[in-house]
């Protein structure tokens, strides 16, 4: 007989397998008096095969990831539930749970990226098992949901259990907590009848009250968190952003737009390049001019932002306005070449001082012009970039105040 013992010997009879066992679970799990059959001829010897050794190798990782999550290394839904089901009897009852999701792990995903947010579930995880009894199981049932499967407990118990998990992952000391906050809610079994299905429902329900009042507070926390990020990436934007959140609150003020307007439109201001978070501090620092395939990558920080602000209670409205900043009044601006009044009014205003700013400032990749300059700049393009109305009051009204450098 024939011993396979190098991966040069392996390949061809694999080659050889692969049309009858697809995968090396089938093979696995084939009779093998077939797979000794299918050898012979060959002269080779399937128990002492490294081929035999690497399909029990991948038998064992197929059992192992059919009850685990591939992520965390926990329990998946599948053993949640069958384990439910084993340990429901009447020596267990009631059995509880508590259903936990994690807040902010989209605007996560979509603004650092979703290593990033595996890393947030990972963390999230580990405190979790820090948190939970020993004879306590701990699943990952879903994207971002984690269920805990108690037995012999009771509400009171559960209960007490749940403000303690929620103390210990929620924790002010958790540097993470901005995204890896977890909304929890519990349940457990009033009757022995009630199944599982039944307990992660009523969970859920009491978990997405408390998610709904706690998650407002932590998408406010994530846009600070992310202009925080994006600040220490680079100063320039920070000092760009605010200037230009001041400039949009003047000119407001001199439309004499009302107070609530005039605070939105500020905000915007302060968060119109929120996006360049996920651009490459290469291209946003790079000292000359972008070349075309770089320009199209800045271009995309517009639908970033709105993006980012979407997902948020506090600021979902400024959306539509970040998305617009760069359009130009003529209709040839992007991402959608709106024109005119198309373009929400907050976007327009944005346009406007955010020009005038990125022209007066230093940048990385054009010269510093003069105040009068910007100003001829700005008024020349009235009617074709900007809307010529509101250049007037931002020339006539608002570059007179010291604040803006006066002139």
């Excluded at 998946?76 to 267990?92: C, G, S």
């Excluded at 999701?101 to 579930?121: I, M, P, S």
């Excluded at 997902?311 to 539509?320: N, P, S």
């Excluded at 373009?343 to 009068?372: F, G, H, L």
């Amino acid at each position: 007989m024939l011993h396979l013992t190098r991966a040069d010997q392996v390949e061809p009879v694999y080659k050889i397998f692969i049309k009858k066992y697809p995968d090396f679970k089938s093979i696995a799990n084939s009779d093998q008096e077939d797979i000794i059959k299918d050898l012979y001829p060959l002269g080779l010897n399937w128990r002492s095969s490294q081929l035999y050794k690497m399909a029990k190798e991948i038998q064992e990782k197929y059992e192992y990831l059919a009850y685990h999550d591939y992520l965390t290394g926990i329990y998946n839904r599948r053993f949640f539930k069958e384990e439910f089901t084993r340990v429901k009897t009447k020596n267990d009852f009631p059995l509880g749970v508590i259903l936990g999701d994690v807040n902010g792990l989209k605007a996560c995903n979509d603004t650092f990226g979703h290593t990033e947010g595996d890393k947030r579930l990972k963390d999230v995880t580990n405190l979790m098992l820090k948190s939970i009894d020993e004879k306590d199981i701990l699943a990952r049932i879903g994207g971002d949901e984690f269920a805990i499967l108690s037995t012999q407990t009771s509400e009171e118990k559960l209960r007490r259990s749940m403000d303690y998990i929620v103390e210990n992952v929620n924790s002010s000391n958790n540097d993470n907590k901005t995204f890896s906050s977890v909304a929890f809610g519990y349940s457990f079994q009033r009757r022995e009848e009630d199944d599982i299905d039944d307990l992660l429902k009523e969970a859920e329900h009491f978990m997405y009250k408390r998610k709904y009042y706690e998650n407002q507070s932590a998408q406010s926390n994530t846009v600070k968190l992310i202009m925080q990020t994006l600040f220490e990436k680079s100063k320039r934007e920070r000092d760009h952003s605010e200037r230009v959140g001041l400039m949009c609150e003047a000119i407001a003020q001199k439309m004499n737009l009302a107070k609530q307007e005039v605070t939105r439109i500020k905000t915007a201001g302060f968060l119109h390049d929120i996006g360049k978070i996920g651009i490459d501090e290469e291209i946003l620092n790079k000292k000359g001019k972008l070349n075309e395939k770089e320009w199209e990558i800045i271009k995309t920080h517009t639908a970033k932002s709105a993006r980012i602000l979407e997902h948020t209670v506090e600021y979902k409205d400024l959306a539509k306005i970040v998305l617009s900043h760069h359009e130009r009044y003529d209709g040839t601006g992007y991402p959608y070449g709106l024109k005119g009044e198309q373009i929400p009014i907050e976007a327009r205003i944005i346009a406007i001082a955010d020009t005038y700013d990125a022209m007066t400032q230093n940048r990385t990749y054009r010269k510093i012009v003069s105040k009068d300059i910007a100003i001829k700049e700005i008024d020349r393009c009235a009617g074709t970039q900007f809307d010529p109305n509101i250049v007037a009051v931002f020339i006539k009204n608002v570059l007179i105040d010291k604040s803006f450098g006066g002139v």
